[in-house]
Every structure is written in structure tokens, then in C-alpha cells.
């Protein structure tokens, strides 16, 4: 099995050392590596934001998964663009990813489900956020 982690993290240092301990036979493979995860995954020379560049290494290299840690390539839909190409992936699409990486997108989404939460508002001008 190859599993592709996107990300170079603390986060998908931990994903790794789970994984690997968990599938001990499975190839690794990490975007831009670190050392802490050099013993653990081989390192690619792709940049995690790169989604069209990153599913054409998962396809090319018959990646059985590819494992999203970083906000950034979740709220631009890499899980979307992957799955349309028919690649497995593990992470949150563009849609799902939003309540993480839009905090007014969350606010609101908590306000319309009756979630406590504390007061916002959001603004494209100076003044109007000083008066509030």
C-alpha cells in the first residue's frame, strides 16, 4: 500500500508515526519532509499547496491514499480535485473544510444552527470596526 501525506508538520509528523507503527509495511510518502519525518515517510519535492501538481504524482505513482493535513490545500478543495480524478483521499471537501478555515463562514453557520456563540460581525471597512 502507498499512502501519500500532504503537509511537513508537526501534525503530519503524528500522522505518520500513527500510521507507521499501525502499518508497518505500507510506503510513505510526505510532501516536503522534515526531519522528524524523514525516518518515517519518503520525502516529495512537491509543495503541499500544489494540488494539480500533487494528483498527478498520486496518479502516476498508484498511491492507494493520500491524507490532508494542512488548511491552506483543504480550503483551496484538494479533496474535491482528487476525488473527481477517482484518487482516494482522506480529507474534508472544499464545502466541509470552510467551517475551519472561513471563521465568518463558522460564525454564521453556528448562528442559523442555534449554536452559543459570541457576538461577530465582519467588515470591509475601518471605521464601522472601530465603532463595534
Do not use: C
Not at 479533496?79 to 474534508?92: C, Q
Request: aromatic share 6%.
Amino acid at each position: 500500500m502507498k499512502v501519500l501525506v500532504v503537509g511537513h508538520g508537526g501534525r503530519e509528523h503524528a500522522l505518520l508515526h500513527t500510521l507507521r507503527r499501525d502499518a508497518p509495511h505500507a510506503r510513505f510518502f510526505v510532501t516536503r519532509g522534515n526531519a522528524g519525518t524523514a525516518r518515517l515517510a519518503q520525502a516529495i519535492e512537491i509543495s503541499p499547496d500544489d494540488i494539480a501538481g500533487l494528483a498527478g504524482w498520486a496518479a502516476g505513482n498508484h498511491v492507494d491514499l493520500t491524507i490532508v493535513g494542512p488548511e491552506a490545500p483543504l480550503a483551496a478543495g484538494m479533496a474535491d480535485v482528487f476525488a473527481a480524478r477517482g484518487l482516494p483521499v482522506f480529507a474534508p471537501t472544499r464545502a466541509a473544510a470552510a467551517i475551519e478555515s472561513s471563521k465568518a463562514y463558522a460564525k454564521r453557520l453556528m448562528q442559523r444552527a442555534g449554536v452559543p456563540t459570541a457576538t461577530f460581525a465582519t467588515f470591509t471597512e475601518l471605521e464601522p470596526a472601530l465603532a463595534f
